[in-house]
């Protein structure tokens, strides 16, 4: 009997269940139809307009857009901006994400929830920000006569401002996990405070370092707001010059060969990136984190927290106020006032009216990103799956990897004709948004999906239970919070999405971020008033939205 259990127990991990491979194919269904109707169609729809001529697809013309100076120009740029980026947000950051790990201090959560607001704040606003601070007649402007609009300065501190919660969170949970008895013990045996956290410390936070840049990288290769509102005409990425080629040149030849240059880039990103997760994940022993925060000792650790409120002060509230303090200029809340006005110009309806179309978009857009992704999410909770599973997980990242400008632009190309000529309907925008928001729920909820223990699903399965049932009487309870928090970073990320949103919006039901573009690209103080002033209304949304997450958040790794 006890050899027959044995064998039994060596068996189970590897046996196939029909039952659960059908439940787990069901359930990819729904997305993977939503993906190649809603991603893969609009994709390759207008990638084979921009390189098929007469039927044939000229592959030579990637080679001839290659040989173009200008294209050269933007690659180099866009690739050399993203390191610059990313370094710069590793110096910044990285005692930011000591003094979180290891430190404790009154106002903490608070201000850690202040650190994370530029993550979940829309590009554009974060663009407008910082064109209130070191744009013409911003605060630098006026107290000292400084201006960086013009120059590439103002796009790597945007960049480091969005950024800077990646690094904190991403290396900081980690840091703050590792057990500081073992640096402890270098010192002990003679290493000094420099040596002991260079070959103990530094090496087991080399994998979360380096998954943290990979995704500094990755948002910065694919910059689109803030280099469009700060970089002028000097500066352009490869997502601005899609954007550029398509919408004011027509040349959907090239803006398709360069969607191809970046798909394949951010694809071996991505790729770098999975392996350096997979690897943090599985080589560290980990204590709990609240039991290696202490309170700063020594002159050295209150200079250094003094010098991460001073850059979070300087780096992070800084903009944000100058841009609350410009939306204000004008006597009465007059730049408020006037978004109720229609002007007949750039907009058919009151630019007000955009605050309601996005929450409604951004709401019917979450819940889309919730059911695919809480779908997605069960289909790959087995950690056995089979490469096509696994396959189907990388599926699902891909709208990160793709220009949003060609989704938004594939929308209107392919969505034109029976059954699905969808260019008048208001689902357009949340479908796009949808996209981006999947990810999002798939990699919030799939970590809690996976610790629920197996044994109460098979339970629940040789009692009678069909899969639906139990999903809603095992898994739902167990993970009701980690769906709420998943839906409250697709609300964020529906609100703010602008790349494909700023080509399907209708003009008579403009977004907030298509609207405050639409502002800043007129000139007058009024318009430039009223865009600081819609920014500073979907700031407000964002951060209420940052806090419900906060309370909501139950993972203690720091990750998002």
């Known amino acids: 009997m006890d050899l027959a259990r044995t064998e039994v127990g060596k068996a189970a991990p590897v046996a196939r269940n029909p ?10 269904a729904g997305p993977v139809a939503f993906f190649a109707v809603f991603f893969a169609y609009p994709v390759a729809a207008i990638v084979a307009r921009g390189l098929e001529v007469d039927g044939v697809w000229r592959f030579g013309r990637i080679v001839d857009v290659l040989a173009q100076p200008d294209v050269r120009h933007v690659l180099w740029f866009t690739t050399w901006q993203a390191l610059a980026s990313t370094a710069l947000t590793l110096l910044i950051a990285l005692p930011g994400a000591y003094v979180f790990a290891r430190l404790d201090f009154p106002g903490k959560q608070a201000l850690r929830a202040v650190v994370t607001v530029p993550f979940v704040l829309p590009t554009v606003v974060v663009g407008t920000a910082f064109l209130a601070l070191v744009g013409r007649g911003g605060l630098l402007d006026e107290l000292w006569g400084v201006r960086l609009d013009t120059t590439v300065w103002a796009i790597l501190l945007a960049h480091v401002f969005f950024n800077y919660a990646v690094v904190v969170r991403t290396v900081g949970g980690l840091w703050a996990q590792l057990d500081p008895r073992q640096e402890e013990a270098a010192r002990m045996l003679g290493a000094s405070r420099a040596r002991a956290w260079r070959q103990v410390t530094l090496p087991a936070l080399a994998p979360a370092v380096a998954a943290a840049a990979l995704m500094v ?82 002159t050295g650790q209150w200079a250094l927290l003094a010098g991460v409120l001073a850059t979070v002060a300087l780096l992070v509230v800084l903009p944000l106020a100058v841009l609350v303090q410009r939306s204000l200029g004008a006597p009465g809340f007059g730049y408020y006032r006037a978004l109720t006005e229609a ?7 009151p630019p007000i009216e955009a605050i309601g179309n996005s929450l409604q978009y951004a709401l019917a857009a979450t ?80 970590p809690v999906l996976r610790a629920v223990d197996g044994r109460l699903r098979e339970a629940a399965a040789v009692l009678g239970a069909s899969p639906w049932r139990v999903w809603r009487e095992v898994d739902l309870p167990m993970v009701r919070r980690a769906l709420l928090v998943a839906a409250g970073f697709a609300f964020a990320v529906s609100l703010g999405e602008f790349g494909a949103t700023v080509f399907i919006a209708r003009p008579d039901n403009p977004t907030l971020p298509v609207a405050v573009a639409r502002l800043l690209g007129r000139p007058g103080d009024m318009n430039y008033g009223q865009a600081m002033a819609l920014s500073t209304i979907l700031m407000l949304v964002c951060a209420v939205a940052l806090v419900v997450l906060e309370r909501l958040r139950t993972d203690r790794s720091g990750e998002f």
Request: proline share 4%.
């Open 217 to 298: 990288f990755l948002f910065t290769f694919t910059s689109f707001g803030v280099v469009q509102i700060l970089g002028g005409p000097a500066f352009s990425t490869l997502e601005v010059e899609i954007y550029r080629q398509t919408s004011q040149v027509f040349d959907l030849s090239t803006a398709a060969v360069l969607t191809l240059i970046q798909f394949a880039a951010v694809v071996a990103v991505l790729a770098v990136h999975a392996w350096t997760v997979r690897r943090r994940e599985s080589a560290l022993r980990l204590v709990d984190a609240a039991t290696t925060a202490r309170r700063p000792r020594g």
């Open 367 to 446: 819940a889309l990103a919730v059911v695919i992704g809480a779908l997605a999410a069960g289909a790959l909770t087995r950690r056995d799956a089979g490469r096509f599973v696994r396959g189907f997980d990388a599926l699902l990242m891909l709208p990160l990897g793709v220009s949003a400008v060609t989704v938004g632009f594939g929308f209107l190309i392919a969505l034109d004709e029976p059954p699905l000529d969808l260019r008048s309907s208001w689902i357009l925008v949340p479908l796009a948004q949808a996209l981006v928001g999947v990810p999002f729920v798939v990699r919030t909820m799939l």
């Open 343 to 349: 002007d007949g110009g750039a907009f058919l309806v």
């Open 19 to 28: 039952r659960g491979t059908a439940a787990r194919l069901a359930l990819m």
